[in-house]
């Protein structure tokens, strides 16, 4: 089974370009989570769909940040103008529905690491 | 609000030693924990999961444990090698967000290990 996928792996821009994030998840997983992780932190939630509507963006930083998937499969998130703080790896998830009473699990991709200077 | 906490934020141990990873968390009423594990520059990975009905969890040298009541978890690694090297991380999902979606995960900061040959 392939696992998420994500690209470019790396990215370096200026402050106040614009960058944008792929992400490919699992085969028929219908939740998407996209996670900023500062170094030395947890990853933090930014957004999470379900299929290609959205289910939690209340941590966004709408006036930059943009998320969107197309169609319920593949996502982009991109950042516009970006500042020094959102250097950070990207990382996206994947997982199945919620199931009452199962178990759900989450798997990651490898991130994109974007540096700002 | 869940909060999660992992001490130490780094430890350094010769290889062969037994040692134990804590992650505490403030809302007792959880649905599951996991633990992952991130390589420098790499994604996580998830290591064992463990439902909230369940005391612990093993995979080969590793144990995870969970006593809700306290909430507290440890992740107890037997006779460590130089390849278990990396980050460890806990996550807890969140709430249920809307009826039939996964639940986003909330981390710890992680305590990055380093063992020693």
């Known amino acids: 089974e392939a696992g998420v996928a994500q690209s470019p792996r790396y990215k370096i821009i200026e402050k106040r370009q614009s960058v944008a994030f792929w992400c490919n998840p699992i085969?028929?997983?219908?939740?998407l989570y996209w996670y900023q992780q500062i170094l030395g932190q947890g990853p933090k939630l930014l957004i999470q769909?379900?299929?290609?509507?959205?289910?939690?963006d209340s941590q966004l930083p709408k006036d930059r940040f943009s998320a969107e998937r197309l169609k319920g499969v593949d996502s982009t998130l991109k950042i516009q103008p970006a500042k020094l703080e959102d250097s950070a790896v990207y990382l996206c998830?994947?997982?199945?529905?919620?199931?009452?009473?199962?178990?759900?699990?989450?798997?990651f991709g490898p991130g994109t690491r974007l540096t700002v200077t | 609000k869940q909060e999660v906490t992992q001490i130490p934020a780094a430890l350094s141990v010769p290889e062969g030693e037994n040692l134990v990873l804590n992650c505490s968390f403030t809302?007792?009423?959880?649905?599951?924990l996991q633990w992952f594990r991130q390589d420098p520059g790499k994604g996580l990975t998830s290591l064992l999961l463990?439902?909230?009905?369940?005391r612990e969890q093993t995979s080969g040298r590793l144990n995870a444990s969970l006593d809700k009541s306290s909430g507290r978890s440890t992740l107890y690694i037997a006779a460590s090698q130089p390849g278990d090297s990396a980050t460890y991380l806990c996550?807890?999902?969140?709430?249920?967000?809307?009826?039939?979606?996964?639940?986003?995960?909330?981390f710890g900061s992680g305590t990055q290990l380093t063992v020693l040959p």
């Open positions: 998830a994947s997982s199945l529905n919620y199931r009452e009473g199962g178990s759900y699990e989450q798997y």
């Open positions: 463990i439902q909230s009905s369940q």
């Open positions: 085969s028929g997983h219908a939740t």
């Open positions: 996550a807890l999902p969140s709430q249920e967000i809307s009826s039939g979606s996964a639940r986003q995960l909330t």
């Open positions: 769909f379900q299929n290609n509507g959205v289910v939690d």
């Open positions: 809302d007792s009423a959880i649905y599951n």
